[in-house]
């Protein structure tokens, strides 16, 4: 009699046990394909660019003097400095805008291997005046009369990168937020154009990564004139 209560116990314990592994394995099966379909999705990159109009201009005039009288040199020096000074203020620049640097003259003599032979001039100055300004239209349309410097009998140097203009843009914080949001945007048509495809849903987002800004020249011929780019990588998940 208690033999077969045993057998019985055991048998209802059993079951359960079977019961239970059946429960744990469906539920663990239920998981897993959950967890499959949580990884299936779709990365993509969204593109925003926008022109705009640089706001600062650094504009340097540089001019180059020779002789062989060191001290007449600098007198020259500084009366054509004078001479851009005064250009610079009828353009309708400020004090504050013009900056004027010391001169860097060279003795040619003291340099290695310099033969005073073949050389007409000792001494070679090079003098820099310097625009800083947020008019940059004010500095486009003054650098259309640097020729009227030129015919004051000055060489202005403008073909070396250094004493070429330099137009900047510094907002780049005002247009931030709305550039990141157009690429977002673009971004969400692509990978809703993927999902559609490819007999998906678009989900939510598993991930997003905003890359650098670049601000570039729109092309050589127009410095004053700046392309913005923005390209944000965004992850979404995808469902049947």
Not at 68 to 94: I, K, M, P, T
Not at 118 to 135: D, G, L, N, P, Q
Request: aromatic letters at 8%.
């Amino acid at each position: 009699m208690n033999h077969n209560r045993s057998l019985g116990a055991a048998f209802v314990l059993g079951a359960f046990v079977c019961a239970g592994l059946i429960g744990l394995g469906y539920w663990a099966s239920s998981g897993v394909l959950k967890v499959k379909a949580l990884e299936r999705s779709v990365t993509v990159k969204g593109l925003a660019e926008q022109e705009v109009p640089a706001d600062v201009a650094i504009w340097p005039i540089r001019f180059s003097e020779a002789g062989n009288d060191l001290v007449g040199l600098y007198q020259s020096v500084q009366e054509h400095n004078g001479q851009v000074v005064d250009f610079l203020r009828q353009a309708g620049f400020s004090e504050t805008e013009i900056g004027v640097s010391p001169p860097a003259v060279v003795d040619r003599q003291a340099q290695p291997y310099a033969s005073s032979a073949e050389m007409k001039f000792r001494y070679a100055a090079t003098s820099t005046i310097t625009v800083y300004t947020t008019s940059v239209e004010q500095v486009r349309g003054a650098m259309t009369r640097l020729v009227d410097l030129g015919k004051q009998g000055l060489a202005i140097g403008g073909a070396d990168l250094e004493a070429r203009a330099q137009f900047l843009f510094t907002r780049l914080n005002d247009i931030k937020p709305g550039m990141i949001e157009a690429a977002t945007r673009n971004a969400r048509e692509v990978a809703t154009k993927f999902a559609q495809d490819s007999d998906s849903r678009l989900g939510k987002i598993r991930r997003a990564s905003q890359g650098q800004f670049s601000i570039e020249d729109r092309d050589s011929n127009t410095p004053h004139i700046k392309k913005v780019r923005v390209v944000s990588t965004v992850e979404y998940y995808l469902s049947d």
